[in-house]
């Protein structure tokens, strides 16, 4: 029997995980089957679980291959160029990002993360530090140069802004109020941050 090199095994590991990106897109976390990822990545039961031993394991996969396309999303601070318009616009980019139907896991991460303990699943609260760290650390160069109040608690507005950037992209994305304006929402969410960081 021929050997199998470990780059082809990662490639359609991968492969399976992209295809997962989009059955948990369309169908959320609670409606996919295995049978369902089998199907998308065009492979074979064996195939599948060579890699998957279930559906938890291919949803973080497929997370963890979201997360790698989302890393250029990550907030890097342009030292010559006032940093709270940049924070702005990097709050909108991601929650804009909720308007693209065809490839968006909001409603699957949401239905993963709520029947899910952070202790099961590690990746989780790792995910969740990274980008914690990374507001974290834009707050304080932004503190340094002067542009924000050094009397501000970062770790809790890190964990305020986290929290009200998933809650608008999971209301946007379950269409709770038929009259809300996404623009709106935006602008205010600008507000109320210029108020607490200037």
């Known amino acids: 029997m021929p050997q199998v090199s470990k780059k082809y095994l990662e490639t359609r590991k991968n492969n399976i995980a992209k295809a997962a990106v989009n059955v948990f897109s369309t169908k959320g976390y609670s409606n996919t089957s295995m049978k369902d990822i089998m199907n998308e990545a065009k492979v074979s039961r064996g ?36 940093l709270l ?41 790792e995910r969740h530090e990274r980008l914690s760290q990374n507001i974290q650390q834009f707050i304080t160069i932004g503190m340094e140069k002067g542009e924000f109040r050094k009397q501000i608690d970062i770790n809790s507005f890190c964990e305020l802004l986290i929290s009200m950037i998933d809650g608008v992209m999971l209301h946007q994305h379950n269409q709770y109020s038929s009259s809300n304006n996404l623009t709106d929402i935006l602008n205010l969410m600008h507000k109320m941050i210029e108020n607490i960081l200037t």
Request: glycine share 2%; hydrophobic share 45%.
């Open 47 to 82: 195939g599948l679980y060579a890699h998957f031993e279930n559906i938890d394991s291919v949803f973080i996969a497929a997370l963890k291959y979201d997360d790698s396309l989302q890393a250029s999303r990550l907030l890097t601070p342009d030292l010559q160029a006032p």
């Open 85 to 125: 318009p940049q924070l702005n616009d990097w709050i909108s980019e991601i929650i804009l990002s909720i308007q693209n139907k065809e490839i968006n896991l909001v409603r699957a991460k949401s239905e993963f993360f709520l029947s899910h303990h952070i202790e099961e699943v590690p990746y989780l609260r």
